[in-house]
């Protein structure tokens, strides 16, 4: 499988402000996707990055909220701005798999917390 | 539109017991994939297991097996002779092969007691 890593690990921030959270793929991959995980919940899928085009948002996500950018097929960056206390969460990306069954792996996740 | 429901918030199992965490799941498309992910306290997502829905077996990735019922839309997860790591959340996910986007339960959170 792929190995992903995420920088920041950990934030705390202030209200108002934003953070840009960084995916790096050691392999070139199609889609990359950007999940959230508020404090005790499951994982809720933010967008999905492809190379070369707009990502495309679930409901309840918009960009001017959490733009993301994919310069190419092994990074992606996903920004969560004029952040909030309810922005407090774990941010995960993830690749698909290679078998082409659907699985994901996911990258270490970002803990951010803000005050 | 796919969903899952994981309905054990929390299950304990003695060290070197078995253990079965549920998951039920509901999708109109005929051709999905179901998914167990971990996830310990550190906060990342591992993968365990995948069965597809055309698949005639159940899965198994060492201690872990999948139960696989398609009539009752269940992909039970089976972890034998549990170990001390192996407490942590436990996800159950699926995808359609139509899409990409993975569904998650709710999870349930396994204690292991020594």
């Known amino acids: 499988s792929a190995v992903i890593s995420q920088k920041p690990s950990r934030d705390i921030c202030q209200r108002g402000t934003s953070l840009t959270i960084q995916c790096q793929v050691d392999?070139?991959?199609?889609?990359m996707f950007w999940y959230r995980q508020q404090p005790g919940q499951s994982l809720t899928l933010i967008a999905t990055a492809n190379q070369g085009s707009e990502a495309t948002y679930e409901s309840g996500f918009v960009i001017d909220k959490f733009p993301i950018s994919r310069p190419n097929l092994t990074f992606s960056t996903l920004t969560v701005s004029n952040m909030s206390p309810e922005d407090s969460s774990i941010y995960l990306c993830?690749?698909?798999?290679?078998?082409?069954?659907?699985?994901?792996?996911f990258g270490p996740g970002t803990r951010l917390t803000v005050l | 539109a796919q969903k899952i429901t994981q309905t054990q918030p929390g299950m304990f199992v003695q060290e070197k017991e078995a253990v079965t965490l549920d998951c039920t799941y509901d999708t109109s498309d005929p051709s999905y994939g179901l998914f167990w992910y971990k996830q310990p306290s550190s906060g990342e997502m591992i993968f365990l297991i995948y069965?597809?829905?055309?698949?005639?077996q159940n899965a198994t990735e060492g201690r872990y097996s999948l139960n696989f019922q398609k009539a009752r839309k269940s992909a039970n997860l089976v972890i034998s002779a549990s170990q001390l790591g192996d407490s942590a959340m436990y996800f159950c996910?699926?995808?359609?092969?139509?899409?990409?986007?993975?569904?998650f339960g709710e999870g349930t959170q396994l204690t292991v007691n020594p």
């Open positions: 392999s070139q991959v199609t889609m």
């Open positions: 993830s690749v698909q798999g290679p078998s082409g069954g659907g699985e994901q792996f």
């Open positions: 996910a699926i995808v359609e092969t139509s899409g990409s986007r993975l569904t």
């Open positions: 069965q597809g829905s055309y698949d005639q």
